[in-house]
């Protein structure tokens, strides 16, 4: 997947700078950077949900926005409105709408997607449960098991880790891992470099602009975050 000149304004401020970028197959891919970086913001103008200016997101050479079909975005639990009535099989099943259409009764390849969806983030015994009783934890990875029930090609995922516990980090880690070895597009906006981080193996450092894309341990370096975060932070340095 490729971004080229992906420039963000809302109002007179500039919220993304020229970006351009690669997103490559295989990978699991992070966004990081500070607080306002646009990291969130990059997600959302790649998928035509805000206006973009000057942009080309081309997949396959053809445009993103014609080929929405092919993927499964989870936005911030903040974003979603988790007192809607809905359980946890509700929730999954919105994951096959789009193959399936409104109104119509979903097949037996749908419920069995969504079943499987459902075990593979260990929340199969949850499925009558509300969605809104639910742990963060839990509830990240109901939205999770709803993408992969869509069984599309690129996975976009916004911070999260937020809120979850350890072991929904660990199932949402290695379900990435294992979508990336299926040959899927993996991006995820994070804001955590402490450990974590290495179960990246691509990043894209922002600070309203690219300050540094491509192997974790090419961006991860003390001048590159300095760009990005203004003066010295601490980051999980791995051994060489």
Wanted: aromatic share 8%; net charge neutral; with cysteine.
């Amino acid at each position: 997947m490729q971004v080229e000149h992906l420039s963000v304004f809302y109002r007179t401020v500039e919220a993304l700078r020229d970006i351009s970028l690669v997103i490559r197959p295989g990978r699991v891919t992070g966004a990081i950077g500070p607080n306002g970086a646009g990291k969130s913001t990059l997600i959302k103008a790649m998928l035509g949900l805000i206006p973009a200016a000057g942009a080309q997101i081309t997949y396959g050479d053809r445009p993103l926005t014609n080929q929405l079909d092919r993927v499964a975005y989870v936005p911030q639990r903040s974003q979603v409105d988790l007192t809607y009535p809905a359980t946890v099989w509700d929730v999954v099943m919105m994951g096959r709408v789009r193959q399936t259409g409104w109104f119509r009764r979903f097949s037996a390849s749908s419920v069995q997607a969504a079943r499987a969806a459902l075990e593979r983030v260990e929340m199969a015994e949850f499925r009558n449960r509300s969605i809104s009783d639910l742990s963060g934890g839990q509830q990240q990875r109901v939205f999770l098991a709803r993408s992969l029930a869509q069984q599309a090609e690129i996975f976009c995922f916004d911070e999260p880790f937020v809120g979850v516990d350890r072991k929904t980090e660990s199932i949402l880690f290695t379900i990435f891992k294992e979508l990336a070895a299926e040959g899927k597009i993996v991006l995820v906006v994070n804001h955590d470099l402490g450990e974590s981080i290495t179960n990246f193996d691509d990043l894209i450092l922002l600070n309203r602009e690219v300050i540094a894309a491509g192997n974790r341990r090419i961006v991860l370096n003390e001048n590159n975050l300095t760009r990005a975060y203004g003066s010295h932070v601490n980051f999980f340095q791995e051994a060489a």
